[in-house]
Nanobody, 125 residues
């Protein structure tokens, strides 16, 4: 059974930092590309960042580029999202998801196979 479990969410002040983690089990993690998405109340789920199976290639939404960093540790079967200088508009539930390596970097949530349950991030001004 595939499980993706996010952690690290919470309340953070604008301009601070937060690191989200996503621990995977039940799938050959090291051959899957991964992504982070977010969904704010009343809005569609949107792409945040993605990373190739090896970690050599990363992709970012323009809204977070330069502030957020995606990384992974295949030995720990974990993908991370380092959020620096978050803004109130970054407030959302953040989800990690896996995708076939051939489609790495996809910004379409419909192409991702497995999803975590999400972790709430609230950025106060």
């Amino acid at each position: 059974q595939v499980q993706l479990v996010e952690s690290g969410g919470g309340l953070v002040q604008a301009g601070g930092s937060l690191r989200l983690s996503c621990a995977a089990s039940g799938l050959p993690f090291s051959i899957y590309a991964m992504g982070w998405f977010r969904q704010a109340p009343g809005k569609e789920r949107e792409f945040v960042a993605a990373i190739s199976w090896s970690g050599a290639r990363t992709y970012y939404a323009s809204a977070v580029k330069g502030r957020f960093t995606i990384s992974r540790d295949n030995a720990k079967k974990t993908v991370y999202l380092q959020m620096n200088s978050p803004k109130p508009e970054d407030t959302a539930v953040y989800y990690c998801a896996s995708i076939d390596t051939a489609r790495e970097g996809s910004m379409s949530y419909t192409e991702y196979d497995y999803w975590g349950q999400g972790t709430q991030v609230t950025v106060s001004s």
